[in-house]
């Protein structure tokens, strides 16, 4: 069964259909990139959040948790350099009146160059079948040549104005490059300005500035100025890693892609320490088990690519994002960053404390340097169902929607259907959920035919569900059906936790790791 991806706008309404996910204050006509998760979004993004969670703080000896408050001290901004340089540069279309970001607006630009040179690759490879040599025409055709020299160009002029945080230059390449506004399509542009992300609150006690606080724009900072406190309550040696799971929020310039870029989001970070000297062997390390741990989902290798960065961020001297295919493109969803010891020693110098490591290998002192793998939730959210929801045609040519979420990180692992509502069956059906809900999500249903039943578990991406008909009664077995394969297979009561429990399991994904 080849399955067909569906449209962007689709995803978002099976979300809100099924329970994942509802625009926030929905009944008030929505808040601009705010959202909740339903009853369905719930389990699956928990389940996503302890398929982080558990495989850093599981199969890493060396990582533990945290959990850090959202407030901070407002010193804590100033240090990690949020307050003077965490902007975005921001650009209005006098027209339409809508805002975007300039770099983004750029980089669009230079994605629009890639795919030209790329869709005059493949008309080649069609034009010419099977004695194509794709390397050779990339490297000689004027015009493939010419788009890429184009991106090329751009990409570098662009590397230096964000460099150098010049935004008339910003608006320059703007003007140069003809980009248009792609709602009223003018280039009737305001200048290029900052714009700080970082939300604003008041503490009670105190009047004015002094008790200005600011909701975290990332969890990081909780992490670096407990590195000291988790050291020593657990007797830690670097390297070692500190791993959360929280909200950060960030006032975001343009957030129109439903949960990809919200105003209230979840982090998983980790910050890794290690000795001066040794980040870039470990940035390496956890660029490519990252990668790994994406590929152990199934979604497939070809939607993952990396991005190395030409602009680095003030923290950093390596970083690199991994990127996903998202249905609007490749796009970013985790960020591994070499954060030197900016962080650590910025706050040593803000706070007046010590933040050093004492190594008893080396017997030295020092501030550790720090490896951050940074990735949102509701970005890896998003990244699985829209890889998940198919549009499929069965063999005898009916459709049917089905998400294909690996098993693992299902809302609902187990249906469990009564095949009608009498003779014992709805009995029978109830000990079968009493037996496996302990262990797996179950959801018991009796309602209509059992192929609508089948059809409403494919849509919310059920691996299995089990019907229970009248030879059940008789012979203790029941049916039991894949999602995937359609296939049923008859299995005794007493073989079924352990056929769930193989292939529901987390650890499946997590060994194919190691
Ligand atoms: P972008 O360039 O997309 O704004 P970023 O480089 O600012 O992202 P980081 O600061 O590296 O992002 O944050 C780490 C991760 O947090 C990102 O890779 C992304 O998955 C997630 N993230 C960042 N901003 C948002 C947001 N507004 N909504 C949802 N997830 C976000």
Same mark, same amino acid.
């Given at each position: 069964?080849?399955?067909?991806?569906?449209?962007?706008?689709?995803?978002?309404?099976?979300?809100?259909?099924?329970?994942?996910?509802?625009?926030?204050?929905?009944?008030?006509?929505?808040?601009?990139?705010?959202?909740?998760?339903?009853?369905?979004?719930?389990?699956?993004?928990?389940?996503?959040?302890?398929?982080?969670?558990?495989?850093?703080?599981?199969?890493?000896?060396?990582?533990?948790?945290?959990?850090?408050?959202?407030?901070?001290? !407002?010193?804590?901004?100033?240090?990690?350099?949020?307050?003077? &340089?965490?902007?975005?540069?921001?650009?209005?279309?006098?027209?339409?009146?809508?805002?975007?970001?300039?770099?983004?607006?750029?980089?669009? *630009?230079?994605?629009?160059?890639?795919?030209?040179?790329?869709?005059?690759?493949? %008309?080649? &490879?069609?034009?010419?079948?099977?004695?194509?040599?794709?390397?050779?025409?990339?490297?000689?055709?004027?015009?493939?040549?010419?788009?890429?020299?184009?991106?090329?160009?751009?990409?570098?002029?662009?590397?230096?104005?964000?460099?150098?945080?010049?935004?008339?230059?910003?608006?320059?390449?703007?003007?140069?490059?003809?980009?248009?506004?792609?709602?009223?399509?003018?280039?009737?542009?305001?200048?290029?300005?900052?714009?700080?992300? =970082?939300?604003?609150?008041?503490?009670?006690? #105190?009047?004015?500035?002094?008790? /200005?606080?600011?909701?975290?724009?990332?969890?990081? *900072?909780?992490?670096?100025?407990?590195?000291?406190?988790?050291?020593?309550?657990?007797?830690?040696?670097?390297?070692?890693?500190?791993?959360?799971?929280?909200?950060?929020?960030?006032? $975001?310039?343009?957030?129109?892609?439903?949960?990809?870029?919200?105003?209230?989001?979840?982090?998983?970070?980790?910050?890794?320490?290690?000795?001066?000297?040794? $980040?870039? %062997?470990?940035?390496?390390?956890?660029?490519?088990?990252?990668?790994?741990?994406? *590929?152990?989902?199934?979604?497939?290798?070809?939607?993952?690519?990396?991005?190395?960065?030409?602009?680095?961020?003030?923290?950093?001297?390596? &970083?690199?994002?991994?990127?996903?295919?998202?249905?609007?493109?490749? %796009?970013?969803?985790?960020?591994?960053?070499?954060?030197?010891?900016?962080?650590?020693? *910025?706050?040593?110098?803000?706070?007046?404390? +010590?933040?050093?490591?004492?190594?008893?290998?080396?017997? $030295?002192?020092?501030?550790?340097?720090?490896?951050?793998?940074? #990735?949102?939730?509701?970005?890896?959210?998003?990244?699985?169902?829209?890889?998940?929801?198919? /549009?499929?045609?069965?063999?005898?040519?009916?459709?049917?929607?089905? =998400?294909?979420?690996?098993?693992?990180?299902? !809302?609902?692992?187990?249906?469990?259907?009564?095949?009608? %509502?009498?003779?014992?069956?709805?009995?029978?059906?109830? $000990?079968?959920?009493?037996?496996?809900?302990?262990?797996?999500?179950?959801?018991?249903?009796? +309602?209509?035919?059992?192929?609508?039943?089948?059809?409403?578990?494919?849509?919310?991406?059920?691996?299995?569900?089990?019907?229970?008909?009248?030879?059940?009664?008789?012979?203790?077995?029941?049916?039991?059906?894949?999602?995937?394969?359609?296939?049923?297979?008859?299995? !005794?009561?007493?073989?079924?936790?352990?056929?769930?429990?193989?292939?529901?399991?987390?650890?499946?994904?997590?060994?194919?790791?190691?």
């Amino acid at each position: 069964m080849q399955g067909q991806e569906v449209q962007f706008k689709d995803i978002i309404s099976h979300c809100k259909e099924y329970g994942f996910i509802f625009p926030g204050s929905e009944i008030y006509d929505g808040l601009g990139a705010v959202y909740d998760y339903g009853p369905l979004g719930v389990e699956l993004k928990n389940r996503i959040k302890s398929y982080w969670y558990e495989w850093m703080t599981r199969t890493h000896e060396d990582i533990v948790g945290i959990d850090t408050a959202i407030f901070m001290h !407002p010193e804590v901004w100033k240090a990690s350099g949020h307050v003077d &340089a965490f902007n975005d540069p921001l650009i209005d279309n006098k027209d339409s009146k809508k805002r975007y970001r300039a770099d983004v607006l750029i980089e669009d *630009q230079i994605e629009k160059y890639l795919e030209k040179a790329n869709k005059e690759v493949a %008309k080649a &490879a069609k034009r010419f079948g099977d004695n194509f040599d794709e390397k050779l025409y990339r490297e000689t055709n004027p015009r493939v040549l010419g788009y890429f020299d184009k991106a090329e160009a751009l990409r570098k002029r662009f590397a230096e104005a964000a460099g150098e945080n010049d935004m008339t230059a910003l608006k320059r390449i703007i003007e140069d490059e003809g980009i248009v506004c792609p709602v009223s399509g003018s280039r009737n542009w305001t200048e290029v300005r900052q714009f700080n992300l =970082m939300f604003s609150t008041q503490l009670g006690s #105190i009047a004015g500035d002094a008790g /200005e606080l600011y909701l975290r724009p990332e969890t990081a *900072q909780g992490i670096f100025v407990n590195f000291l406190n988790v050291a020593k309550s657990n007797r830690m040696k670097v390297p070692f890693g500190i791993a959360q799971v929280g909200k950060a929020f960030r006032n $975001e310039i343009v957030a129109r892609q439903f949960i990809f870029r919200m105003r209230e989001f979840e982090q998983m970070e980790m910050q890794f320490f290690v000795r001066p000297g040794e $980040e870039l %062997k470990w940035y390496e390390f956890w660029k490519n088990r990252r990668m790994k741990w994406h *590929q152990s989902l199934g979604l497939g290798d070809d939607n993952y690519r990396f991005h190395d960065h030409d602009k680095l961020a003030h923290y950093a001297n390596a &970083a690199a994002d991994i990127e996903f295919k998202f249905p609007f493109g490749f %796009k970013e969803l985790e960020g591994i960053h070499s954060r030197t010891d900016f962080d650590l020693k *910025q706050h040593e110098a803000h706070s007046g404390k +010590k933040l050093q490591y004492f190594d008893p290998e080396s017997q $030295e002192k020092y501030v550790p340097y720090v490896i951050e793998t940074s #990735i949102g939730l509701d970005r890896m959210f998003l990244a699985i169902i829209s890889n998940a929801l198919r /549009e499929e045609t069965l063999p005898d040519d009916s459709k049917r929607t089905v =998400m294909r979420i690996p098993f693992f990180l299902a !809302p609902v692992q187990i249906a469990i259907f009564p095949l009608i %509502k009498k003779d014992g069956l709805p009995e029978m059906a109830r $000990e079968v959920q009493s037996l496996l809900r302990y262990d797996f999500a179950c959801q018991y249903d009796e +309602k209509d035919a059992v192929g609508r039943r089948y059809r409403r578990q494919d849509a919310i991406g059920t691996p299995f569900c089990v019907t229970i008909d009248h030879e059940s009664l008789e012979a203790g077995t029941v049916t039991v059906r894949n999602r995937d394969t359609m296939e049923q297979i008859r299995l !005794p009561l007493d073989a079924l936790s352990n056929y769930f429990g193989e292939r529901l399991s987390m650890s499946r994904g997590w060994k194919s790791i190691d």
